[in-house]
């Protein structure tokens, strides 16, 4: 989860004339930090946290939100006071802050830090560990990967860190992060890499790094060392069920931040590829249904009108496995490869439709923030309660379209209930409705079953279905593998 917006827990600081910074400020700290092994256990974090720690900034924000339900007492009513209780001004507007941790990329005074951490504030104060308050511009942010590039106007040469090759850190090796959790500026933790790679389901681009170094409400944003004094990442996420640290915190890799705060810095926003398709990951039982051979691959499940997908002949159903020479074995190697892709780039796909393998070139396009078949003949059916599937099976009539919310342009066969013993329990639910069995179109529960039938006579192959099924945003494709059993 992210980090939630914090109250302030401090008062501001007050500027202060700053002291003259010495010539190690205009080049970096991080390459003035002594050569040291990952691998080594350091005797003391004490150097390293001195040496750091002028480059570390507190980040304060505050928001104006317009009077509602709580009334403004007048001046000179006896309920006046109440007014800076509940933290309004005169015309009763109230002011709310939040606290979080950032840290400077450059001697000019660009700084990092998450998109939660400012958003949504009107005014940015960045203090320095020398107790200078300096005003922000916001230069950028991305909500994807929750970063956000300020800037800051100072007289003179800002001391600032350089970003570590994220690609090298290792589980095992050790990290310290500094920040301002609850309030307490410049706080240092250490701990080492717990695991990469991981996936919070945050974003397109989840690759987060997890740390066992403590961070709590208030790190949102700061670094995450590696004992040369390079940040490895930015420390963004924290799973804890008391809210404190619990030995568990996730922090974007230097390498992408480092991208992310260059396009920022560059033009102020983010331009991604876009395919224009959903997608879902096909397990080895799916590929296997598809006639194709592998682990994994990503099942097309809608296409975006006139999108690159759409303009190079890409369809529903159709099975990727490698994107521009890339093996795709999930949903998210395949969100990786585009976000890495060119817009404008024509890249093969090859892909599995059919049963037959094809390859398309698809040219990517840019995406957008807002972006995110024939009718077979109907013949007397009956439902089926016993069948090779396990499951119910109904010809869809105007009572079941009303009952299960199905749409007028979806034709199939619904499933009205799925057994606990049958091969479909956990795959299909009540409600889906059939749409195809083996790529072939299904309209009524006999022609559903005489295909069913006719998949049995080829053992070990997994019968693959796509239905039609509801969610919250209404209803999508989605592809299932069944085994019939012998």
């Not at 005074?109 to 958003?119: D, F, L, P, Q, S």
């Not at 991604?272 to 997608?279: H, T």
């Amino acid at each position: 989860m992210r980090f939630p917006a914090l109250a302030a827990l401090v008062p501001a600081l007050v500027l202060a004339a700053a002291p003259a910074l010495p010539a190690s400020a205009r080049q970096s700290l991080s390459d003035v930090v002594k050569p040291v092994d990952q691998k080594d256990r350091p005797d003391s974090f004490r150097d390293l946290s001195k040496r750091l720690m002028p480059a570390v900034v507190n980040i304060s924000t505050s928001h104006t939100i317009a009077p509602e339900g709580m009334p403004t007492f007048p001046e000179g009513s006896p309920l006046e006071q109440f007014n800076d209780f509940f933290g309004r001004d005169e015309d009763g507007f109230r002011r709310e802050g939040s606290l979080g941790s950032g840290f400077v990329i450059s001697a000019d005074g660009y700084i990092v830090t998450n998109n939660h951490v400012i958003e949504d504030a009107d005014e940015i104060d960045v203090n320095f560990s020398d107790g200078r308050v300096l005003e922000a511009e916001l230069i950028g942010r991305d909500k994807d990967t929750d970063l956000a590039v300020l800037k800051v106007k100072s007289t003179r040469s800002l001391p600032y860190v350089s970003f570590a090759d994220s690609d090298q850190a290792e589980v095992g090796d050790w990290v310290i992060a500094i920040g301002n959790p609850f309030g307490f500026g410049g706080s240092v933790s250490a701990g080492i890499i717990s695991a990469r790679n991981r996936d919070l389901n945050a974003g397109r681009s989840d690759d987060f790094i997890q740390t066992d170094a403590a961070i709590n409400r208030g790190n949102s944003g700061g670094p995450l060392f590696n004992l040369g004094g390079e940040v490895v990442g930015v420390n963004t996420a924290i799973i804890s069920p008391t809210g404190g640290s619990v030995g568990i915190g996730f922090s974007i890799p230097s390498n992408l931040v480092k991208k992310i705060s260059g396009e920022l810095i560059k033009s102020g926003r983010i331009r991604r590829s876009w395919l224009g398709v959903n997608v879902q990951d096909a397990d080895e039982d799916l590929v296997k249904a598809y006639g194709a051979k592998g682990k994994g691959g990503v099942i097309v499940t809608r296409i975006s009108d006139d999108g690159p997908a759409d303009k190079a002949k890409l369809e529903v159903g159709d099975l990727i496995l490698t994107f521009d020479s890339k093996p795709v074995a999930s949903v998210r190697d395949l969100t990786h490869v585009i976000s890495d892709t060119p817009i404008g780039k024509q890249v093969p796909v090859s892909l599995i439709r059919d049963g037959h393998a094809r390859t398309f070139n698809v040219t990517m396009g840019e995406l957008q923030e807002d972006e995110t078949g024939e009718d077979a003949a109907q013949l007397p059916d009956l439902p089926s309660t016993a069948n090779d599937l396990g499951a119910d099976l109904s010809s869809l009539d105007d009572d079941l379209r009303r009952r299960y919310g199905v749409p007028k342009d979806v034709s199939g066969v619904v499933v009205t209930s799925v057994s606990a013993r049958g091969p479909s329990f956990g795959k299909m639910l009540r409600g889906d409705v059939i749409v195809e069995v083996n790529f072939e179109r299904v309209s009524t529960v006999t022609d559903t079953l005489d295909k069913v039938k006719l998949a049995r006579t080829h053992p070990g192959q997994p019968l693959l279905l796509r239905v039609k099924r509801r969610g919250d945003a209404g209803w999508f494709d989605q592809f299932l593998s069944v085994e019939l059993g012998k």
